[in-house]
Structure formats: C-alpha cells, structure tokens
C-alpha cells in the first residue's frame, strides 16, 4: 500500500474528512495553486496528533493551512498532505474577563468580534486582516502600528513526534513577521491572548475606521496574498516600487496594483509563474534604481 494511501486511512479512521488531489486555488486567497496530494480536515486534538504521528513515521510532509492569506502555491501543487483544522480549533473562550483562549484555525476577524463582543481592546488593529489565529501567530501579523506580540501571551502546539507542549513570552521569538514556529517545526493548535476592559462603541468605531482606510488604500476588491514585500529598514515597499515606475506593471494575470503597489493582485488566471516572474522583476528594479533589496513576505510552497 502507498504511503499516502496509508496516511489518508489513518486519518479516516480518526474522524477525519480527506481529500485527494485537492485543488488549492480554492483554500488561498490568491486563487493561486495546483493540487494537494491530500488534503485531511482535523477536528479534534487527539486526530490531529494521530495524524502528525503518522505522517512522520511514513516521511510524508505536512502543511497547516490557517485561511491561505499569505501563500504563494505552486501550479504543481503541494506534495504530501495538508492540514485544515476545524472543528475543537476554531473554538473561542473567554479564561477570565480580559484573557482570551482561541483555537488556531479560528479566523482573525472572529477572534477580533469576539473580543469587541466582550468589550475587550486591545486587538483593532486586525481586523480586515484575512488570516486564521494561528497564522497570525507564524508571523507575527500587524497593522496599523499594531502587532499581534502586543497582546500575545502564550500558545500551544503539537510537535512532528506527536507531543503537545507550549511557548509563553520570549520562547516565542516574535519579531516582525516572524516567530519560533517559523524554525521549530511545531504545529499550532492554540492562543492566548491578554486585552484591556474597553468601551464596545469605542472599539467598535477604531475597528471599521481602521477598516474604512484599509479598503480606501488597499486592493481588498481582489484576489491577493496580502502585501508581497517586507517592509525595508526605513523605507516603504509599496513607495519604492511606485517611485520606480512599476504600478500596474504586469506578467500575465498577475499585476503590481494600481491601488497600493505593496500588492500584487490576480487579475483573472494569474498562475504561480506569472507572480514569481513578477516578483523577479520588481526585485530586480527596484534593486536597480535604488540599491535596496526587497524580501518577500508572502510563502511560497510546492
């Protein structure tokens, strides 16, 4: 029997729904990706770590998705399985009256409603970013002079050998737009995180306001994996690439926005090929014309 055979029962076996050949394009927000060998749906804790188990022993790689906002996926597709946890890990609770637990396939936008639901601030500055709870946690995500190691205090996860364990404080390693389980390995299940008592009305105001500029500057009408480029040392991407002449620049169905020039977008049938070649270009331009080196936020998978 084959290795993904094996794995795709044992993840049956546990509960799991399991598909084959499953087209990524419709999990990332980019609409980019090919085929995922398999793609197993986990709901419970003790599935996943049977899942995890298994995978390693049979050396099939695995991949969690959170909401595929800041993924770039092959036109190939991805090798071995992916891992969308549902059910147990898009639960939120409240441990005490400003302290949140919140399962790491959560969206941010429901951990955001949850905690303005509760009268808790602390967390506005993420709401309208597409991503899942733990995906924020992978890369620290921020907005608008916020970040989520403001308000983090601890998570847990689950290891490539099965354990579960956690991080709190500084064991995280969180900077900008990275964090331990970018080296570790270790899969995250779930977030802590610590607010302040707040005014409903008033959180609720700096929320859409935040949300009112962010789909007056950004191309939020369409499909993209967020911004594509980190933000330089004392510099802006989205401005250099603008200042170098390259806003509405295109390579097939992907194009620089006309809107922020941080984004790339997909205009209708952009491949994976269409937006590395992109990102070639505006790298090697703004390279060019200004000596600074962009790095790529957005991850690129195979």
Known sequence: ?????????????????VIENE?????????????????ITVSNIIALKDVIKA????GIPLLPLGNGSNLLVSDDGIRGAVLNLNGDFRKISLADPVTINCGAGATLASLCNFARKNSLSGLEFAWGIPGSAGGAVFMDAGAYDG????VLFSTTHVTRSGRTGFLMGEEMELGYRSSAYQTNGCLITSLV?????????????????LLKRRKAKQPVELPSAGSTFKRPEGHF??????????????????MVSEKHAGFIVNMGGATCTDVLSLIEEIQKTVLQQTGISLECEVRYLS
């Open 1 to 17: 029997m084959e290795k993904l055979e094996i794995l795709k029962r044992t993840a049956q076996n546990v509960g799991c729904e």
């Open 23 to 39: 087209q990524m394009s419709r999990h990332t927000t980019f609409q980019i990706g090919g085929p995922a060998d398999l793609f």
């Open 55 to 58: 995978a390693g022993a049979l």
């Open 147 to 150: 970040q989520l190691s403001d």
């Open 193 to 209: 995180v610590r607010l302040k008592k707040g005014n409903q009305e008033q959180i609720s105001m700096q929320m859409e306001e």
């Open 237 to 254: 991407a989205g401005t250099l690439i603008e200042q170098c002449g390259l806003k509405g620049a295109r390579v097939g169905g992907a």
